[in-house]
């Protein structure tokens, strides 16, 4: 006789806010849901509603309807209606650390002001998870994961097992195998126990149930959803469980929440497992790693561009500007992350159109914050800096990394005459200039001749070498206009070659080539673009097929340099060009190159760093294609070595997956794609090569022995979704009932890069993170003059500076001799303290080194990332454990009385 099943039915929503369908669309639709569900709670037809792990919903509904907060209060405080710990469900594989920090952060901080947080993280739809999850998770309370896509039969786990990280922190997880509603409309519909009842990829529910049995911890028990997509509230279930239970007797249906049910698997599940690693497997549900990291690419650029700058830049500068006297901004940096987390939400820009254009349009909003607000304070402080002995004009350079640099800058000053000097300390600095422009300043007129006044001012771009910074500080140059001979320009060179200390680069009729003068490695021809066909869509990259496909490759060579030039302190090389590639994918098929791509690269050197940088732009013009940076690594490579959140994470080149998953039916191709969320490596004994982004956020190691190292720049496709791929067959991804145009995804128009390669002896994680921070950071000053009102976009406005004037120089924090990595610096959240944000990437502990501090401040406990947990800290320790994420609570000391 077959064992009596026990199916726990929990009451939910997943809640997309956008997709094909807009966000103003879905907050319609979802205020009348949200009335509907506070009446069903009012008349008892509800007894409780777990709320998709999010809060953005929530809290734009009580902006919409403020009369409705104490309801709201009442029923999350009671943990009737459950939401949070995340302001949206994100793409772990496209948010960066502090990106996922303050989601969570954020989340919590709403579900707490409405009287409750969950402490479930629930991710239902993102597509893979990051080994650095339980970290985070742990530090923000939470030891219970909830989710849906990524588990495949190799791990070797349950429905449950504990999720771990390198530093030990570890969730409970339970994973929704057969999906978050597999079937919630057959529930709903009393089709459940008929041959109706499916699941959206057309699979029988009992197979679905079958699955979830067989996996389960919980001897003959699962999980049933009772809700799907976008779901409203169901008024019956008691009604619908009774009926279930009256009319079969093989399934008892119970009604339970989150919480009950996983307390239930901490008690009785057997054989749990403890996982390793990342979750990131197709065979149950799609991940789309191969191309989603790639659509609409200047998207992700500019939210790349906004998290390192809040990260590295804009937080630190508030917090030590908040030391001097200027105060911290709370609730900007919470409007801009809170604006920034909610166009990360899971499909990561793979939307119809009108979507999509309101992610871009959210971004660049806070985009525009943090401009806004690095521009005015660096004014402010430019403005009130001691000017009582200053013969000129005060220039502020600020360093927001905690480690000593040697602050080599591209500055542009403002001057009324051609000729200046700089001073600092009373000693003359010397400078290199790369440009200096005349501009009129009168009024402009429609008739040139008619703008005669006599108004002029100079911009001037130079470089020049501040000496060493001591960690996360400021220093002030003084600006001297002189009567002497204007300075002379940087003459430019016809020589296609660059160098410094540690790397040399030259072009020749073959290609670009580097040389690491370290190691004597040398790299020729080690950058080149690649262009093949798309026959995919807005989710994932789709092969032609071998007949139908032709891959144009093009080096870079020396009939495409421009111009050159080569100083002390900085290099570079300019490059220009034209592509011929097929128009589209029937052109390909012909091999008819009768499109063209231009493009234009710059090639730079920073005196002291290894690292070469290539920015620059396409021009596309062509469509259904996919163009790529190749990078040739000249390492016979098994591995990649990419940068987590907090860490380091080794993928195979070739996903053993790859041998077997049309046999096994997976849901789509394993990928040898993966994401790039901040830098990957190859390594081998003879040292390690790794490109760094600060725009595009895919990677594939191809050729013979994956040497080659490939970096999506684009895809151009015209769809959200299409059926029937090659590599993902099946129902279309997104509305399976319909094929959804999206012509912008066709990428006409401009895309910018910008990659950094380098090279060291060996493969040390927190060495990269180092060196991906100071590569993240642009340079942070101000000049206080009155002579260009354009120079910032804000510059127009007046300002008033600080009523008291402020120290001309102060240092908050410096790390000496440290292994460890930087995350941020932020003041707190409700007290007057700063975080200091370091961890270990490496899965061994680390020097700490000594942290030097201001002698106003001092250390004076640790803490948890959502300033929860405290233990009291009288500095910095000996070392970082392994994987360690340490907050330091750094505090101004208290003055005594006299």
């Known amino acids: 006789m077959t064992e009596k099943l026990t199916a726990h039915c929990i009451h939910h929503t997943h809640w997309d806010p956008y997709w094909w369908f807009t966000h103003q669309e879905s907050m319609a639709v979802f205020a009348y849901n949200m009335r509907e569900m506070l009446r069903a709670f009012d008349s008892g037809e509800v007894q409780d509603f777990f709320f998709d792990g999010q809060t953005d919903a929530i809290d734009e509904y009580l902006q919409i309807h403020p009369e409705d907060t104490p309801k709201v209060r009442e029923l999350v405080s009671s943990g009737k209606l459950v939401i949070g710990p995340f302001v949206s469900q994100l793409d772990t594989y496209l948010s960066s650390a502090e990106s996922v920090v303050n989601n969570l952060r954020l989340g919590i901080k709403s579900g707490k002001a409405l009287g409750h947080a969950s402490r479930i993280a629930y991710l239902a739809d993102p597509f893979g998870h990051s080994t650095d999850l339980p970290?985070?998770?742990?530090?923000?309370?939470?030891?219970?994961?909830v989710f849906t896509r990524g588990l495949a039969d190799l791990y070797g786990l349950g429905s449950e097992f504990y999720f771990?990280?390198?530093?030990?922190?570890q969730v409970l997880c339970h994973v929704m195998l057969s999906g978050y509603g597999y079937g919630a409309h057959a529930f709903r519909d009393k089709t459940l126990f008929t041959d109706q009842a499916e699941d959206y990829n057309k699979i029988d529910v009992a197979r679905l149930i079958d699955r979830l049995v067989e996996r389960s911890t919980l001897e003959n028990e699962f999980f049933f959803p009772l809700g799907f997509d976008n779901f409203p509230v169901m008024l019956d279930i008691p009604e619908k469980i009774a009926y279930y239970n009256q009319i079969q007797s093989r399934i008892e249906f119970k009604y339970t929440t989150w919480a009950e049910f996983l307390e239930r698997v901490r008690k009785h599940g057997r054989d749990l497992k403890t996982f390793e690693g990342e979750i990131l497997s197709p065979q149950y549900h799609r991940v789309h790693m191969n191309g989603m990291h790639s659509a609409r690419s200047d998207i992700k650029t500019l939210i790349?561009?906004?998290?390192?700058?809040?990260?590295?830049?804009?937080?630190?500068?508030?917090?030590?500007?908040?030391?001097?006297?200027?105060?911290?901004?709370?609730?900007?940096?919470?409007?801009?992350?809170?604006?920034?987390?909610?166009?990360?939400?899971?499909?990561?820009?793979?939307?119809?159109?009108?979507?999509?254009?309101?992610?871009?349009?959210?971004?660049?909003?806070?985009?525009?914050?943090?401009?806004?607000?690095?521009?005015?304070?660096?004014?402010?402080?430019?403005?009130?800096?001691?000017?009582?002995?200053?013969?000129?004009?005060?220039?502020?350079?600020?360093?927001?990394?905690?480690?000593?640099?040697?602050?080599?800058?591209?500055?542009?000053?403002?001057?009324?005459?051609?000729?200046?000097?700089?001073?600092?300390?009373?000693?003359?600095?010397?400078?290199?200039?790369?440009?200096?422009?005349?501009?009129?300043?009168?009024?402009?007129?429609?008739?040139?001749?008619?703008?005669?006044?006599?108004?002029?001012?100079?911009?001037?771009?130079?470089?020049?070498?501040?000496?060493?910074?001591?960690?996360?500080?400021?220093?002030?140059?003084?600006?001297?206009?002189?009567?002497?001979?204007?300075p002379q320009a940087l003459s430019r060179s016809d020589a296609p070659r660059i160098e410094n200390e540690f790397v040399s680069v030259r072009c020749d009729e073959h290609g670009i080539q580097i040389t690491d003068q370290q190691s004597g490695q040398v790299f020729p021809q080690v950058v080149y673009f690649e262009d093949g066909g798309d026959e995919g869509d807005s989710y994932d990259y789709d092969w032609p097929a071998p007949e139908d496909e032709w891959r144009v490759i093009r080096e870079i060579t020396q009939k495409d340099f421009r111009s050159a030039f080569q100083s002390e302190l900085y290099a570079e090389m300019v490059f220009e060009g034209e592509m011929a590639v097929p128009s589209s994918l029937a052109q390909r098929k012909r091999r008819s190159a009768d499109g063209q791509l231009t493009f234009s690269l710059k090639v730079s050197l920073e005196r002291d760093s290894n690292l070469v940088r290539f920015s620059g732009q396409v021009e596309n013009s062509t469509e259904n294609h996919r163009f790529r940076i190749g990078v040739r690594t000249g390492k016979h490579n098994v591995s990649s070595f990419a940068g987590t959140q907090y860490g380091v994470i080794e993928r195979p080149c070739l996903p053993p997956e790859m041998a077997f998953w049309k046999e096994k039916n997976y849901f789509e191709e394993p990928s040898a794609t993966r994401p790039l969320l901040n830098h990957v490596s190859a390594a081998d004994d003879r040292g390690v090569i790794?490109?760094?982004?600060?725009?595009?956020?895919?990677?594939?190691?191809?050729?013979?022995?994956?040497?080659?190292?490939?970096?999506?720049?684009?895809?151009?496709?015209?769809?959200?979704?299409?059926?029937?791929?090659?590599?993902?067959?099946?129902?279309?991804?997104?509305?399976?009932?319909?094929?959804?145009?999206?012509?912008?995804?066709?990428?006409?128009?401009?895309?910018?890069?910008?990659?950094?390669?380098?090279?060291?002896?060996?493969?040390?994680?927190?060495?990269?993170?180092?060196?991906?921070?100071?590569?993240?950071?642009?340079?942070?000053?101000?000049?206080?003059?009155?002579?260009?009102?354009?120079?910032?976009?804000?510059?127009?406005?007046?300002?008033?500076?600080?009523?008291?004037?402020?120290?001309?120089?102060?240092?908050?924090?410096?790390?000496?001799?440290?292994?460890?990595?930087?995350?941020?610096?932020?003041?707190s959240d409700g007290r007057a303290e700063y975080l200091l944000r370091l961890f270990n990437a490496e899965s061994r502990p680390v020097e700490a080194g000594i942290l030097s501090l201001n002698p106003t401040l001092q250390v004076t406990a640790s803490t948890d990332l959502v300033e929860e947990a405290r233990e009291k800290l009288s500095g910095l320790a000996k070392q970082l454990a392994a994987g360690e994420l340490l907050n330091l609570v750094i505090a101004k000391k208290i003055r005594s009385k006299a």
């Open 135 to 145: 970290k985070i998770f742990n530090q923000c309370g939470i030891h219970e994961f």
């Open 164 to 169: 771990k990280s390198n530093d030990g922190s």
């Open 304 to 486: 790349d561009r906004t998290e390192r700058r809040l990260s590295y830049e804009l937080q630190p500068m508030m917090a030590l500007l908040d030391a001097v006297g200027i105060p911290y901004d709370q609730g900007l940096i919470d409007k801009t992350w809170y604006t920034l987390v909610n166009c990360q939400t899971h499909g990561s820009a793979t939307h119809g159109d009108e979507t999509n254009e309101w992610i871009k349009d959210n971004a660049q909003i806070a985009f525009n914050i943090t401009r806004g607000v690095r521009d005015y304070l660096c004014r402010l402080i430019a403005a009130s800096v001691e000017q009582d002995d200053d013969p000129g004009m005060p220039l502020v350079v600020l360093n927001t990394l905690p480690w000593q640099r040697k602050m080599v800058q591209r500055l542009s000053i403002v001057t009324r005459s051609p000729a200046f000097r700089l001073e600092m300390d009373g000693e003359e600095i010397e400078y290199t200039v790369i440009e200096q422009v005349k501009h009129y300043f009168g009024v402009y007129r429609k008739d040139p001749a008619d703008m005669n006044e006599d108004i002029w001012f100079y911009r001037t771009e130079i470089l020049c070498d501040l000496g060493t910074f001591d960690g996360i500080s400021y220093q002030t140059v003084s600006v001297i206009e002189t009567g002497e001979q204007p």
């Open 690 to 827: 790794t490109v760094f982004t600060r725009s595009l956020k895919e990677y594939e190691f191809i050729g013979e022995d994956f040497s080659d190292l490939m970096v999506t720049m684009f895809r151009a496709v015209g769809y959200v979704g299409l059926p029937d791929l090659h590599r993902r067959p099946g129902r279309p991804s997104g509305m399976p009932e319909r094929l959804i145009p999206a012509p912008t995804h066709q990428m006409q128009g401009t895309i910018e890069f910008d990659l950094g390669v380098g090279f060291s002896a060996a493969l040390d994680a927190n060495r990269l993170f180092r060196q991906y921070a100071a590569f993240a950071v642009d340079p942070i000053y101000c000049q206080n003059q009155d002579i260009d009102p354009t120079f910032f976009l804000i510059s127009y406005f007046p300002i008033n500076p600080w009523p008291e004037p402020l120290p001309r120089q102060y240092t908050f924090a410096c790390l000496e001799g440290s292994e460890a990595s930087f995350g941020t610096l932020i003041r």
